[in-house]
């Protein structure tokens, strides 16, 4: 059964910096692309990043793009190392998997890390 955990969210200054993980069971992901997205009260979910592995090609949202990086390391674990984090990046971040070589638009979710930057 394919599940997805995340973990690392919390409170941090406008600034500062957070890792999110997530961490696959039930599947490998080397053939899956694993995406993060995000959601803010009263707004619609987003892209924030993903990550085809078989080809290590990446894609960001220009809101994030030079301050978040995702990574990952082609077994279990997908990581979002966010930088320079503003308010308006206060969120639940989800993690997204699909298995694909170029469909980023997850089949599976994990349950969400809410991220609040205070300003």
């Known amino acids: 059964q394919v599940q997805l955990v995340e973990s690392g969210g919390g409170l941090v200054h406008a600034g500062g910096s957070l890792r999110l993980s997530c961490a696959a069971s039930?599947?490998?992901?080397?053939?899956?692309?694993m995406s993060w997205y995000r959601q803010a009260p009263g707004k619609e979910r987003e892209l924030v990043a993903f990550?085809?592995?078989?080809?290590?090609?990446t894609r960001y949202a220009d809101s994030v793009k030079d301050r978040f990086h995702i990574s990952t390391d082609n077994l279990t674990m997908t990581s979002l190392q966010m930088n320079s984090l503003k308010p308006e990046d206060t969120a639940v971040y989800y993690c997204?998997?699909?298995?694909?070589?170029?469909?980023?638009?997850?089949?599976?979710w994990g349950q969400g890390t809410q991220v609040t930057v205070s300003s």
């Open positions: 990550i085809i592995n078989a080809s290590g090609r």
């Open positions: 039930g599947f490998t992901t080397a053939k899956y692309v």
């Open positions: 997204g998997a699909r298995r694909s070589s170029f469909d980023y638009i997850p089949a599976h």
